[in-house]
């Protein structure tokens, strides 16, 4: 079973929302996750990336803002978003792979995506 995304909508500038992502003990305890992102027209860039060990990464234009974390007892994977930007508006996806990187390349699990939406 893939990664499922859920918690996206649309929230106002300068809010918050919290994406989950649940996926199955076999993604979840052998990989390493991400979260990225897609507007209409762009390339895929990576958010957040979490390693087996715990370690995190952070793309630029999210660092401060945005926070990664997992939950080992429910296999979730979650993206807490603070301080929301129009900028931010995009589908996320999150996904597994064997290198904890944003570059979206190493990578071949992936949810289907939720929609995020930051009006002014």
């Known amino acids: 079973v893939q990664p499922v995304e859920s918690g996206g909508g649309s929230v106002q500038t300068g809010g918050s929302l919290r994406l989950s992502c649940s996926a199955s003990s076999y993604y979840y305890n052998t990989n390493c996750m991400g979260w990225f992102r897609q507007a209409p027209g762009q390339d895929r860039e990576g958010v957040a990336a979490?390693?087996?060990?715990?370690?995190?990464s952070y793309a630029p234009f999210v660092q401060g803002r945005f926070t990664i974390s997992k939950d080992n007892t429910q296999n979730t994977l979650y993206l807490q978003m603070s301080n929301v930007k129009p900028e931010d508006t995009a589908m996320y996806y999150c996904?597994?792979?064997?290198?904890?990187?944003?570059?979206?390349?190493?990578?071949?699990?992936w949810g289907q995506g939720t929609q995020v939406t930051v009006s002014s």
């Open positions: 996904a597994a792979g064997s290198i904890a990187t944003l570059d979206p390349t190493p990578y071949s699990y």
């Open positions: 979490i390693g087996t060990d715990g370690t995190t």
